[in-house]
């Protein structure tokens, strides 16, 4: 693999083919073109409209269109086109499919989160890595947020001394938690539950904050609020298969018009004549099979006990966490959005979709240190107004540099990129979680992976 020297970092360089190009993939194709060392060779996917737009995208850039390949002829594309990088951007229980091949070929991957949706497929890639000596970077980008790498600081710092516990809960409010159950990731068997596609970012940054590793898991979750017989007693349920097509939807809070948003009727409404990809189901349907309210007790090696709470109907979005420490205590408050207004149809469809940018209606940040026998203090940081809380442009600068002629996304502490271990130690407290919902046990992480990692 090449690579080029900026900032007195190796960046990655060269050929890049990107598997699954849809609404995520945009990020990457539009950073991969804006970056001279790289060329987006090669895209792949079930869907051609799809990857027809993201050709697009590279045409506005300026930058030469890319050779579109079938899902099925995944293996040709690596045998063609001597990619340098491949970045994987399909639907979550797909990952490994193209994650393991891309391995033994040499190429370095990387991979959105989560890594994978089960056991077995997350033992088969680590396997593959070991094997292969393969080099796989799973793209947490939560971890390059300055917030998130600020908490990480003042633990290492010591401010707090030795962590001994962890509260954490995270809200995702009636816009964003609804779009989980608008289309694939309503089905355990796609996306693992919200405990594996959406808090593995938040596992995986509490295994960074206190730099130990989850032993056993026990959680409880329950489809609450969404599906059917929920939204009949809430009064919340409308009578509706999708949104397109629907007066019913028209004035529905809950749902999406694709139509709304050029993005979105690009990728979605206009290319699902191709695959019949439905991005605008109803929230209160009967099929969904993951939860929306989930707790969870995760112990961890190091003897750190976590509560952990993700409701996804919640009026406001963000999150709070505080961390015990035998010195002080430290809490997190991140108020991404105070409230949502209902919408309807005509209205836009800004914000509908996660992380994109910021939220409207952002509230307050803050994070506060308060040692034993002290007054609380503020700890300043800079805020970021970007994707993910920024974390989306410092991640990639991190990886690619930054684009030539901007201002480098700067974080200052190093061990931000996350590896397949780092990927599947985030998805097993996830995994556990949903063991630990079905049995109603406590399970321990060694025996669910079968190994020690
Ligand atoms: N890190 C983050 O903050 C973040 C944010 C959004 C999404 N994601 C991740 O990005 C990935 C994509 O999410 P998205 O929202 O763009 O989903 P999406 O549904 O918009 O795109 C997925 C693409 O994969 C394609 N696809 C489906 N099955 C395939 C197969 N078997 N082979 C090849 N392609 C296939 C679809 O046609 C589609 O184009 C997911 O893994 C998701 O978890 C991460």
Redesign the pocket.
Known sequence: MSSSTQSGKAKLAGRVGI???????RLYTHSIAARPQLELVAL????SD?MEHHNGLLKEHGRSEARKYA?EDFNKMLEDEKLDILVV????Y??D?YIVPAIKKGIKVLT???MTTDVEKCKEILSAVEENNGSVQV?F?YRYNPVHWKVAEVIAEGKIGNVKSVHFEWLLDTVHGADYFR??HRYKDRSGGLMV?KSSHHFDLVNFWIQSKPASVFGMGALSFYGTDQGKKSGWARDYDRARGSKEAEDDPFAIHLEDDAGLKA?YHDAEHV?N?HRDMNVFANDITIEDDMSVLVHYESGVNMTYHLTAYSPWEGYRVMFNGDQGRLEVEVVESTHRVAGKKGGGAEGVV??EKALKNEGHNKITLQKLWGEKEDVPFVWATGG?GGGDEAMLDQIFGPIPGSEEHKSPINRLSADQTDGALAMAVGLAANESFKTGKLVQIKELLGRQL
Do not use: Q
Not at 19 to 25: S, Y
Not at 44 to 47: E, I, K
């Open positions: 598997v699954g190009t849809g609404h995520r993939a792949c996917d079930t869907n799809r899902a951007t399909t639907i979550d797909t990952h499919l959105e989160k989560p793209l980008n289309r694939w596609h990728l695959d990809y996660h992380g993910h």
